[in-house]
């Protein structure tokens, strides 16, 4: 049975920190890239950052400097460390193991900036 599930999410203030996780089945971690993104209020989602099986990393303008995404091919995780947090870093953040065309989402997980 295949499984994507986030954790790690809350309320922070501006400038603080916080790291997601994301747990997979073995059996697409080990096949596919991974990614986070993000849906905030009346916006569509969007790609926060992506992470091959070979540890290549791709990012969104708006999260370069402050997001880093790591992989954990021995445990089957990928984690999103967020740094600098700003208001507008508020969203609903999920975890895809895959491509467009094949993909696997989790539930998602609520990250909310606010003072």
């Known amino acids: 049975q295949v499984h994507v599930v986030e954790s790690g999410g809350g309320l922070v203030a501006p400038g603080e920190s916080l790291r997601l996780s994301c747990a997979a089945s073995k059996s697409i971690f080990s096949l596919y890239p991974m990614g986070w993104y993000r849906q905030a209020p009346g916006k569509q989602r969007e790609l926060v950052a992506t992470?091959?099986?070979?540890?290549?990393?791709n990012y969104a303008n708006s999260v370069k400097g402050r997001f880093t995404i790591s992989r954990d091919n021995a445990k089957n995780t990928v984690d999103l460390q967020m740094n600098s947090l700003k208001p507008e870093d508020t969203a609903v953040y999920y975890c895809?193991?895959?491509?467009?065309?094949?993909?696997?989402w989790g539930q998602g997980i609520q990250v909310t900036v606010s003072a």
């Open positions: 895809r193991a895959g491509y467009d065309f094949r993909a696997y």
């Open positions: 992470i091959t099986t070979g540890g290549n990393t």
